[in-house]
T-cell receptor, first 115, second 117 residues
Framework: EAQVTQNPRYLITVTGKKLTVTCSQNMNHEYMSWYRQDPGLGLRQIYYSMNVEVTDKGDVPEGYKVSRKEKRNFPLILESPSPNQTSLYFC??????????????FGEGSWLTVV | AQSVAQPEDQVNVAEGNPLTVKCTYSVSGNPYLFWYVQYPNRGLQFLLKYITGDNLVKGSYGFEAEFNKSQTSFHLKKPSALVSDSALYFCAVRDQGTTSGTYKYIFGTGTRLKVLA
């Protein structure tokens, strides 16, 4: 079964304390991406990766880092979290290059609260 | 610039009635269009997509969507709504990509569908 797994699902942390949200996929997909979901703003892309060692900024990358050392993993790193990063985060993965309209699949989401 | 618009924050429909959730897009080249559904406390689930071919696309749970190139729309429809269809629906577009091989998915802000018993 195609799966995108995120951890932790729920986290309350304090301002400035570094944290990492892990994302793993079992589909051998090249494409992976992080989104944040905020009321009234829908899904906004943070970073995406077309393949191992290839990452690009999305629309709201400030305050976040990512790495893609292996195909299956795409962790999201908040070096110094701030309250405006309180949000629901989704990792997604999909296959195929240009010319394909392959679907992307989402994890269950990670609720992050920064106090 | 690419964009997706879902003009309605919420759509209410009575159970058994047909439903439409609207989506319009702006993208250079031919678009790849998607609909996703999000149930409470869950991730987004894929419903259907348009890549090419027939303008009417059928998807999961009895949903379908009609691609209209002249109106740049991709409205989601269902002939007879169920209470269990109540959820948040997202339209998304993927561009054709760049010469360097990168592409992006752009999501709308979502439409909350409420089906009333």
């Amino acid at each position: 079964e195609a799966q995108v797994t995120q951890n932790p699902r729920y986290l309350i942390t304090v301002t400035g304390k570094k944290l990492t949200v892990t994302c793993s996929q079992n589909m051998n997909h090249e494409y992976m991406s992080w989104y944040r979901q905020d009321p009234g703003l829908g899904l906004r892309q943070i970073y995406y990766s077309m393949n191992v060692e290839v990452t690009d900024k999305g629309d709201v990358p400030e305050g976040y880092k990512v790495s893609r050392k292996e195909k299956r993993n795409f962790p999201l790193i908040l070096e110094s979290p701030s309250p405006n990063q309180t949000s629901l985060y989704f990792c997604a993965a999909g296959s195929g290059g240009l010319g394909s309209g392959n679907t992307i699949y989402f994890g269950e989401g990670s609720w992050l609260t920064v106090v | 610039a690419q964009s997706v618009a879902q003009p309605e924050d919420q759509v209410n429909v009575a159970e058994g009635n047909p439903l439409t959730v609207k989506c319009t897009y702006s993208v250079s080249g031919n678009p790849y269009l998607f609909w996703y559904v999000q149930y409470p406390n869950r991730g987004l689930q894929f419903l259907l997509k348009y890549i090419t071919g027939d303008n009417l696309v059928k998807g999961s749970y009895g949903f379908e969507a009609e691609f209209n190139k002249s109106q740049t729309s991709f409205h989601l429809k269902k002939p007879s709504a169920l209470v269990s269809d109540s959820a948040l629906y997202f339209c998304a577009v993927r561009d054709q990509g760049t010469t360097s091989g990168t592409y992006k998915y752009i999501f709308g802000t979502g439409t909350r569908l409420k089906v009333l018993a």
